[in-house]
């Protein structure tokens, strides 16, 4: 019995380790706290964009949420979904993109909220008023399911609210 509780509390605390944000579960616990801001977050993104195009397995590297809503505000994460090449290498290396971009995001104090889909699948349960603003589209099958793509180019935006307006759906 004793075993059992053990292990639980061993796999709670890794799942835990590896599928959260400290900073995430930090802002809503704490309501006065609030994400590094506009110019932080973009430059953590670009960051982000240049790591993920690095990446041979990650076919597809997108933001939902808030900001392709064009409301990203004070309080809003960043929603990041990574799209992996298919094979079982290229699960085990987006498994591994998305852990290191969490414990970057973590020393970064930047809330995000990332996960890995296997197929596009995963991804048409995303809001439909959420079109993705993309950080990477290498892979022929996002171009299946949302059509024409459009890279986003941060340096170009002044406010993160702008990438929304920049998509084309």
């Known amino acids: 019995m004793g075993g059992g509780i053990i292990s639980f509390l061993i796999a709670h605390t890794l799942n835990w380790m590896f599928n959260d944000n400290l900073w995430t579960c930090i802002q809503f616990t704490l309501p006065n706290l609030l994400n590094p801001g506009n110019?932080?977050?973009?430059d953590y993104l670009m960051k982000m964009q240049n790591?993920?195009?690095?990446?041979?397995?990650?076919?597809?590297c997108m933001i939902y949420g808030s900001m392709?809503?064009?409301v990203w505000k004070e309080k809003s994460d960043l929603d990041v979904r990574i799209l992996r090449k298919t094979g079982i290498i290229n699960g085990l290396l987006g498994y591994l993109a998305c852990w290191s971009e969490r414990l970057i995001a973590v020393f970064s104090k930047q809330p995000l909220d990332i996960y890995m889909a296997d197929t596009p699948e995963f991804l048409k349960k995303m809001r439909s008023d959420e079109y993705p603003i993309f950080l990477k589209a290498d892979d022929c099958r996002l171009d299946n399911l949302y059509g024409t793509i459009h890279?986003?180019?941060?340096e170009q935006v002044k406010s993160l609210n702008?990438?929304?307006k920049k998509t084309v759906k």
């Open 151 to 154: 890279i986003a180019d941060l």
């Open 39 to 42: 110019d932080k977050t973009k």
């Open 162 to 164: 702008e990438l929304a």
């Open 51 to 60: 790591r993920m195009k690095k990446r041979a397995s990650v076919g597809g």
């Open 68 to 70: 392709s809503r064009g």
